[in-house]
């Protein structure tokens, strides 16, 4: 599901990208099988396009919001001088290397507390016909750490129940078009006395303000791991 493309030379996002997740996403949980995936991971045709720190993260999250539990890097290593990877053919490292390592070393740093939680499927907000790559069947309406969100943005809200004892989680991705390179601002009022979120793979135990709400800032593809206790 490789979803980030060039388009009259502007960045655009493949129309059916939430929906293709989605689709194996369901399979997996029907079915009791972890879900893996290969990201896109570098541009092997002029219509595609070498992620940035921010699409590595946007599509990490993306995966992680519908329950993924391995990233994997397609193609690790570039297969012609024109269209290296994350590695040239001749073993050096590219920029997209780097941009690569920020993220992955952010979602090893949440890999222990992720893998506690089991994904019970993920909803939208702010969902229109602007956003096709947000759109996918049956998605959940409500969920229960949720009482209320207050953005004016399209988010991807990805949602986790404690696989032991009580407790719930949930990701929240910033679904702006990355073109626009928007940042989010997210207020979100849960049922939970202890919430605990991991901006760029770092605990933080967040307090909520006057009327309840938790504030979030998402910056251009990024997202965010939330604990809710």
Not at 34 to 44: E, G, H, K, S
Not at 155 to 162: D, N, S, W
Request: aromatic share 12%; charged share 20%; hydrophobic share 35%.
């Amino acid at each position: 599901i490789y979803p980030l493309d060039w388009v009259n030379g502007r960045r655009a996002t493949y129309k059916d990208y939430c929906e293709s997740i989605n689709v194996i996403a369901a399979s997996a949980r029907e079915h009791s099988k972890d879900f893996w995936c290969c990201i896109q991971t570098f541009a092997w045709v002029p219509s595609k396009r070498t992620p940035t720190e921010s699409e590595f993260r946007w599509q990490s999250y993306c995966m992680l919001s519908f329950g993924c539990k391995g990233l994997l890097c397609w193609t690790y290593a570039g297969y012609t001088p024109e269209f290296p990877s994350l590695l040239t053919i001749d073993g050096k490292r590219t920029n997209a290397w780097y941009d690569a390592a920020i993220v992955f070393k952010e979602i090893h740093n949440i890999s222990d507390a992720f893998v506690q939680y089991k994904n019970i499927g993920a909803l939208t907000h702010n969902c229109t016909d602007k956003t096709p790559y947000l759109k996918f069947s049956n998605p959940l309406q409500t969920f229960s750490a949720i009482e209320q969100i207050q953005c004016d943005d399209p988010l991807l809200v990805g949602c986790f129940e404690k696989k032991d004892g009580p407790g719930t989680a949930l990701t929240i991705v910033n679904m702006s078009e990355l073109e626009g390179t928007k940042t989010s601002h997210v207020k979100l009022k849960l049922k939970g006395s202890t919430v605990v979120a991991w901006p760029r793979g770092q605990r933080a135990v967040l307090s909520p303000d006057a009327d309840g709400f938790y504030d979030l800032t998402l910056e251009s593809g990024e997202g965010v791991f939330v604990e809710v206790e």
